[in-house]
T-cell receptor, first 109, second 113 residues
Framework: GQNIDQPTEMTATEGAIVQINCTYQ??????LFWYQQHAGEAPTFLSY??LDGLEEKGRFSSFLSRSKGYSYLLLKELQMKDSASYLC??????????WGAGTKLIIKP | IAGITQAPTSQILAAGRRMTLRCTQD?????MYWYRQDLGLGLRLIHY???????GKGEVPDGYSVSRANTDDFPLTLASAVPSQTSVYFC????????????FGPGTRLTVL
């Protein structure tokens, strides 16, 4: 079976840095996505990693280690608007996505 | 440009009724998807279409059917709704099945009583 694990909820302070981890055990792998989803809204694309290493995009960075089945999303200089759920998804060999349950990030002033 | 639109926004439905959720995209994307999202679970793929005229089953297809008569529209039909189909339904599209980013519609919140 396919398995993707993320923490259910995390809390961080405005202006700080937070790292959201994702571990996966899947029968195939064609890349890993991170999406952001505000409450009551649709998911929106944040990042895509297919090779090992760190991809930086502004305040957000995403890291992948394929040998460890591990990824993280790093959010810097946290803002209140970053309060949302962060979804990790693995693209399988058939190009379909398997999704984690998401991590709800709460930002406190 | 609207991107992806879904209708209705929300619906309360009696069990046993037939219901079609509508999805339209104006990005000329080849691939389209239907997901359901339930509390505590990840998005689960119901059906997908890699191109107009073709459809495929996802992870949880039972009780649902789809059609893809043209590039823009991808309706999802519940032939006889059951309470376990209460969920938020998201339609998504991508340039192609192999392409990276999926764009999501605003979702339909469906309650089956």
């Amino acid at each position: 079976g396919q398995n993707i694990d993320q923490p259910t909820e995390m809390t961080a302070t405005e202006g700080a840095i937070v790292q959201i981890n994702c571990t996966y055990q899947t029968s195939g792998f064609n890349g890993l996505f991170w999406y952001q989803q505000h409450a009551g809204e649709a998911p929106t694309f944040l990042s895509y990693n297919v090779l090992d290493g760190l991809e930086e995009k502004g305040r957000f960075s995403s890291f992948l280690s394929r040998s460890k089945g591990y990824s993280y999303l790093l959010l810097k200089e946290l803002q209140m608007k970053d309060s949302a759920s962060y979804l990790c998804a693995v693209k399988m060999s058939n190009y379909q996505l398997i999704w984690g349950a998401g991590t709800k990030l709460i930002i406190k002033p | 440009i609207a991107g992806i639109t879904q209708a209705p926004t929300s619906q309360i439905l009696a069990a046993g009724r037939r219901m079609t959720l509508r999805c339209t995209q104006d990005m000329r994307h080849n691939a389209m998807y239907w997901y359901r999202q339930d509390l505590g679970l990840g998005l689960r793929l119901i059906h997908y279409s890699n191109t107009a005229g073709t459809t495929g089953k996802g992870e949880v297809p039972d009780g649902y059917s789809v059609s893809r008569a043209n590039t823009d529209d991808f309706p999802l039909t519940l032939a006889s709704a059951v309470p376990s189909q209460t969920s938020v339904y998201f339609c998504a599209s991508s340039e192609g099945s192999e392409h990276n980013e999926q764009f999501f519609g605003p979702g339909t919140r469906l309650t089956v009583l």
